[in-house]
């Protein structure tokens, strides 16, 4: 690298990541964060690894299909000179697959990646983790707003939360063996988005919305968006620490189902609330287990640190309510009119590598995407 | 690093804290207190649960009647509470489901300029009881807990009402009426310091005939899963109406003056000494106060 103009070395230094690792680029975050990256032209490599086929349409993002295996891992971390992994493969809602499958992912997963990029010789220079607001919990006893120092006052209730602590563990433990490792981890509360699919989405889309009877809990959410750019954010700047990820704002369920124009079914007894998973699951809403304590006790995190590293957010909780409102009223209009995408390896090959290709179109540049996200 | 920092202003006043570690984490503080949400005015709920809307109806037929009409409240001193700027109010504290709080609260908003709203720290019980649990924070209650206090006190300015007798206040019976039973560890006098924020003693008398406790059950409250069970004049013969039927006694509320914890040194809340002894002077004045108080006060009812 003799050749670097001072001006090359700045942008590096601004952006310190130029060649991306994305583990589980098929998960939503994964593939919405490869699309976010794809639009900073200083970032050379995008590699993204799962062990499904992409879910999102990607340019120059490359794929590699592969199981949490350490040694292959490896293999393509040193290979591809990766200076930046971004970890968005965390299962935070127990219902999406079974608790075996959710423990391996997030443990054993979190494990084979972090072996990885482990060693002396190795070229990662910052990792990212996407973790979750469920490392809290949800008790009684908490606090209004948690901060980043305090930790649950009681062990971990449900297999999920116990996963996530875990994880996050190995996560700090390599951060604490590794210090010229620059390691973020992003706890995410509870995502809302008209394109996000989670227990909360799924609840808020009834026209009754089920309360347990006599708590009215605080909820904060954080918009998709956000989310993804905080993401961005972190693979992009310095920003070594634990770091909340919420919006601004904590709303009572109540007025979260206002906001809506919805109503409050506050049906759910206060004893042996989840004696009422079987019934509900008849109706049609299946609750996952770490959700239970949420709806009575509700949980608040506090935002400012991230703030604090240059972080803005674009969504108070309120207009991440509002967004998914707006987004239900339109969704009986627009239904059926985004089409899915499927990934076919053989058209993605051709796109990318064929010489027949017409790559730098400025038309086709100009036309199709917007601005790159000024942070 | 361009202007991605532009909302931390580079010539942040540091702590004012000598040694140089105090200062980085007190400037981190600060800026942090300038990344607090804004406030959304189409809101009629706060981030703490609290409503407008319910805490004035609240404000407006119960509190209102036993302010005026049922305790005939007095207040002194009101001059005490400052006009801004987070305060530590510590009061004493009794009866059964003692109406002390609901009245300091209605005091400041009546008696003082700027009508200040109070936030009341309670149990973590309530949090867990159905009905409490969605009434309680909508009419200004947060829990008992060292960081909501923190972040009310240095980040909110507010003022805050702590009770440090806590349930031993509340458990006392009416043959122990007005003395102060053990303030805590100290933890309040600890909070104010780190926030840096007044501490205002607080002497309340009248709860303690408004609600006198008899007796306390252990095999009932153990039964009920309640906090404590307490038997008093109409509980539990009313059922748990009986918790409210207090007995018209005269209130009167006397705030004294406050004590500055900002000119206490650096970091005081570190010195374990001061701590105990601020915490014991809050509690001497208190209770010197309520005999003060007590000494001329001609009859329960009348004052």
Redesign the interface.
Known sequence: MAGITAKQRSERE?SGARRVLITGLSTYWGGRLAQALERFPEIEAIVGVDSEDPSRELERTEFVKVSNNHALLQRIVRAAAIDTVVDARLVVNSLTTSPREAHENNVIGTMNILAACAGSDSPVRRFVFKSSGLYYGCE??????F?EQ?RRPHPPRTRIERDIVEAEATVTDYADKHPAVTVTILRCANVLGPDVDTAHTKMFALPLVPM?????P?YQFVHEDDIVHALEHAAL?EAPGVYNLAA?????LS?IISLLGKRPAPLLP??GTSLMAGPLRSLGVRVPDEMWNQL??GR?L????F??E?F?YKY?T?EAVLKLAEHQRLHPVLRGADRGYTYEAEVEEFLRRSPLVQRDRPDAESAGESEPFE? | MGDRRTSLAPGTPAATAGDDELASGGELVRREAEMMPAIEPERTVNDWGRSERVEGVFDATVVEFFYRYWFRTEVEGIENIPDQGGALLVSNHAGALPPDGAMIARAIREEHPRSRPLYLTVEHFFKGYPGFSMLVPKIGCVAAHPANVHRLLYDEGELVLVFPEGRKGTEKLVKDRYRLRRFGRGGFVEAAMRAEAKIVPVCVIGAEEAAPVFAQSKLLQRMTGLLYFPITPTFPWLGPAGMLAYLPAKFKIRFLKPIDTAEMGADPASDKALVQSVSQEVRARIQENLHEMLGKRKSVWLG
Do not use: H, S
Request: charged letters at 35%; hydrophobic letters at 35%; zero cysteines.
């Open positions: 601004r009684q006893d908490d606090p209004g707003f901060t305090m347990v009877l006599g708590f009215d605080r700047y601004d704002g904590v709303l009572a007025e206060p004893i009575r006790f608040g506090d935002n400012r640190l703030k604090a240059g803005e108070t309120r942070i």
